[in-house]
């Protein structure tokens, strides 16, 4: 095993990123943080940036969007789940939640030494181990939690917090084979449900749409024969590739096709714009 980290060099690591000795709880339960960057998408949405502190306001009927408003005063709707409460674990960059042993290996396959992970295993819930790299290897450790609630890996030193407990990790080794010094990047943005915290009469269940054949592409996408399963109604599909950066386009032209009403004009029968892949779904000609 490594020795303990020089005090001196932890300023250099990833705790210059991540202060893990602020740990005063907050009493505020409406004290929400970024878990991820945000950029707002609309005029009544709010950008964010990871990390920052927000105040919850309310959420909307189905949930998937809250309002809140940021240190400077300014409001917007933000996706509910890019943000957490303040004193959640969610908040730190090396907590990845409920995933499993082997996803953890895969995170940590950058063969860096000291590289780490805090998760929940998914057939135990609240049960959490860590994993860290050393010399080609992963190394899982249990996290127990006794009865006075103190977390600890080895029985001489338990902490409060799962925070305190990854902060002297950070600096004493302490029966782990090295210490904490690189959190895995977490895995990729979770999915925003809806382009917008308002309700859409035009939107379509995904599910109610069956595609068959694909009638051409261009940059941005393909357009699909499909079947609207509820009027058994055959329909033509465009659909937005989901690495490209149009949508702000794709989003406007379908809300100018809402708008739109001629017979000699494709008329527009509903959109999927809840999650991407995005669809705008029209009569067939």
């Not at 079947?227 to 809300?255: C, G, P, Q, S």
């Not at 100018?256 to 991407?276: A, D, S, W």
Request: glycine share 8%; with cysteine.
């Amino acid at each position: 095993p490594l020795p303990d980290a020089p005090l001196d060099n932890l300023g250099q690591r990833w705790m210059s990123k991540e202060n893990l000795l602020n740990m005063a709880a907050e009493e505020d339960p409406s004290l929400f943080v970024a878990l991820y960057d945000f950029q707002a998408g609309g005029d009544n949405q709010l950008s964010i940036s990871k990390g920052e502190m927000v105040t919850m306001i309310a959420y909307n009927n189905s949930g998937e969007w809250c309002e809140v408003k940021n240190r400077a005063g300014q409001g917007g709707w933000v996706p509910s789940n890019y943000i957490g409460p303040v004193n959640s674990v969610d908040k730190f960059s090396w907590y990845h939640g409920p995933i499993s042993r082997n996803a953890s290996e895969y995170l940590l396959s950058s063969g860096i030494n000291g590289s780490f992970l805090v998760r929940e295993s998914e057939s135990s819930p609240g049960q959490r181990s860590i994993s860290v790299r050393y010399e080609g290897r992963v190394y899982h450790y249990r996290i127990s939690e006794d009865s006075d609630g103190k977390v600890f890996v080895t029985q001489e030193h338990r902490f409060n917090t799962l925070g305190e407990l990854v902060h002297h990790h950070s600096i004493h080794a302490d029966g782990l084979v090295t210490t904490l010094l690189y959190p895995a990047p977490k895995r990729q943005k979770p999915t925003v449900f809806g382009v917008s915290p308002e309700p859409d009469k035009w939107e379509i269940e995904r599910t109610e749409i069956a595609m068959k054949h694909r009638l051409g592409g261009g940059q941005y996408g393909d357009v699909y024969e499909a079947i609207w399963k509820r009027y058994n109604k055959t329909v033509a599909v465009k659909t937005l590739k989901e690495d490209t950066m149009a949508l702000k386009d794709f989003l406007e032209e379908a809300a100018i096709m809402k708008e739109m009403k001629h017979p000699n004009l494709v008329q527009l029968l509903g959109v999927c714009t809840r999650e991407p892949p995005f669809y705008i779904v029209t009569e067939f000609m």
